[in-house]
């Protein structure tokens, strides 16, 4: 997915905030929104994808720190309280009539967590957003098909997306595995560091391995630029029978990658997302790329 014109007051507001995380000096700040906004400039033709120029923005800021992980605290932090909040969405979703379905609402519920957009990062209301959201109606709502694919699939290949978020894609993994015990799934993180996206660090400290293998794509942009990933994860990617895809930035790079059988479960965070799927600003969808 190429960039609207409305995402570049978004790229230079990222640039912005993680500046401020860093505490850098105004000058500084200066010389990092200068170089952002000549990245991003309309004079330019944006003919990357979103997770490409975010990933660029970074490369900026990194120059004027030796922090390569500044939301590494926090997302450590988020990993525990939402491992927390799991234990009780675990029984919800037991109790539901469809486990399957329930726990997929949960995990795209949680996407929310999202240091990288313009969405609230106000503790108590992500927990509320989980708690109670994971009951709002999919605006395209593919789990059916999704699960037909599920149990008629020797591999799957996973792409995770944020810290927190990873805890629910782990209960949605055993609901999963329910369906078809035999599947062999896999885990696909970042390859280093960026904004508060998973790393092999956030999957151990959740755990995933009980319930994948768990592999890192090569790659330090905020979603799956397969072009520039691993040999190691292009072969899983080309290879898997179905691909779940997790988070808006991996749906911003994958929208028109030359395989189908995706399925994109996200919340919809901004109206140049919203055109491209016809789904509004902050609604959840689970739909299947052919």
Same mark, same amino acid.
């Given at each position: 997915?190429?960039?609207?014109?409305?995402?570049?007051?978004?790229?230079?507001?990222?640039?912005?905030?993680?500046?401020?995380?860093?505490?850098?000096?105004?000058?500084?700040?200066?010389?990092?929104?200068?170089?952002?906004?000549?990245?991003?400039?309309?004079?330019?033709?944006?003919?990357?994808?979103?997770?490409?120029?975010?990933?660029?923005?970074?490369?900026?800021?990194?120059?004027?720190?030796?922090?390569?992980?500044?939301?590494?605290?926090?997302?450590?932090?988020?990993?525990?309280?939402?491992?927390?909040?799991?234990?009780?969405?675990? *029984?919800?979703?037991? !109790?539901?009539?469809?486990? @399957?379905? $329930? /726990?997929?609402? =949960?995990?795209?519920?949680?996407?929310?967590?999202?240091?990288?957009?313009?969405?609230?990062?106000?503790?108590?209301?992500?927990?509320?957003?989980?708690?109670?959201?994971?009951?709002?109606?999919?605006?395209?709502?593919?789990?059916?098909?999704?699960?037909?694919?599920?149990?008629?699939?020797?591999?799957?290949?996973?792409?995770?997306?944020?810290?927190?978020?990873?805890?629910?894609?782990?209960?949605?993994?055993?609901?999963?595995?329910?369906?078809?015990?035999?599947?062999?799934?896999?885990?696909?993180?970042?390859?280093?560091?960026?904004?508060?996206?998973?790393?092999?660090?956030?999957?151990?400290?959740?755990?995933?391995?009980?319930?994948?293998?768990?592999?890192?794509?090569?790659?330090?942009?905020?979603?799956?630029?397969?072009? *520039?990933?691993?040999? !190691?994860?292009?072969?899983? @990617?080309? $290879? /898997?029978?179905? =691909?779940?895809?997790?988070?808006?930035?991996?749906?911003?790079?994958?929208?028109?990658?030359?395989?189908?059988?995706?399925?994109?479960?996200?919340?919809?965070?901004?109206?140049?997302?919203?055109?491209?799927?016809?789904?509004?600003?902050?609604?959840?969808?689970?739909?299947?790329?052919?």
């Amino acid at each position: 997915m190429k960039p609207e014109l409305e995402c570049i007051p978004c790229y230079l507001q990222q640039a912005l905030k993680i500046s401020s995380v860093l505490d850098l000096d105004d000058t500084a700040k200066k010389e990092i929104m200068a170089e952002s906004l000549d990245l991003v400039s309309p004079n330019n033709e944006l003919n990357k994808t979103t997770p490409y120029y975010i990933r660029e923005i970074w490369k900026i800021i990194k120059k004027h720190t030796d922090n390569k992980d500044p939301y590494k605290s926090t997302k450590q932090h988020y990993n525990q309280m939402m491992q927390e909040r799991a234990i009780v969405l675990e *029984e919800v979703i037991q !109790t539901e009539s469809n486990p @399957f379905r $329930s /726990a997929l609402k =949960i995990a795209i519920a949680a996407n929310v967590i999202d240091f990288g957009s313009k969405q609230n990062t106000d503790e108590i209301a992500i927990v509320r957003e989980i708690d109670y959201k994971h009951s709002k109606p999919l605006y395209i709502d593919h789990h059916k098909e999704l699960k037909n694919q599920i149990k008629n699939s020797k591999t799957l290949l996973y792409l995770g997306d944020n810290c927190g978020e990873i805890v629910f894609d782990k209960l949605f993994i055993q609901q999963i595995q329910k369906l078809n015990p035999d599947l062999a799934i896999t885990f696909a993180v970042r390859g280093a560091p960026i904004i508060n996206d998973v790393t092999v660090e956030d999957a151990e400290q959740v755990n995933m391995h009980e319930v994948a293998r768990v592999i890192d794509n090569g790659s330090d942009a905020p979603g799956t630029e397969v072009h *520039e990933a691993s040999e !190691t994860f292009r072969k899983e @990617f080309y $290879s /898997a029978d179905v =691909i779940i895809s997790k988070g808006q930035g991996n749906f911003e790079s994958l929208s028109h990658i030359d395989r189908g059988n995706i399925f994109f479960l996200f919340r919809v965070k901004c109206d140049a997302v919203s055109k491209q799927t016809q789904a509004s600003d902050g609604s959840h969808v689970c739909f299947q790329k052919t």
